[in-house]
């Protein structure tokens, strides 16, 4: 499986951002998508997902308003559209794919089993 996200780059606080990952090597449309970021010396961290059908979106308490996730299958890529952005939102910011076909909501880390490489957001004051 591979992901490769870009979209990301240098924004100025209050300003938006569309982060895209293009999925191969799996069939995209059965299987959950979710975003993750980790800032400078913390811990990775969920920002939001998307059910299988695209039916249902779960959202950090952080980013709930603010950011919102959607899924195309016909191209297999995920975006995360990013409004509003803070100081605080700076991060690397990865896709990753549920380890297990048609599954439930879930913001562990450990239930992804793909990662992308990372697109680096960052937001100025």
């Known amino acids: 499986v591979q992901l490769q996200a870009f979209g990301g780059g240098l924004v100025r606080a209050r300003g938006s951002l569309r982060l895209s990952c293009a999925v191969s090597?799996?069939?995209?449309?059965?299987?959950?998508m979710g975003w993750f970021r980790q800032a400078p010396g913390k811990e990775r961290e969920f920002v939001a997902a998307i059910s299988w059908n695209g039916g249902g979106a779960e959202y950090a308490e952080s980013v709930k308003g603010r950011f919102t996730i959607s899924r195309d299958d016909a191209k297999s890529t995920v975006y995360l559209h990013m409004n509003s952005l803070k100081p605080e939102d700076t991060a690397v910011y990865y896709c990753?794919?549920?380890?297990?076909?048609?599954?439930?909501?879930?913001?562990?880390?450990?239930?992804?089993?793909?990662w992308g490489q990372g697109t680096q957001v960052t937001v100025s004051s």
């Open positions: 090597g799996r069939t995209f449309s059965s299987y959950r």
């Open positions: 990753a794919v549920h380890r297990r076909l048609f599954s439930g909501a879930s913001s562990y880390p450990g239930d992804y089993d793909s």
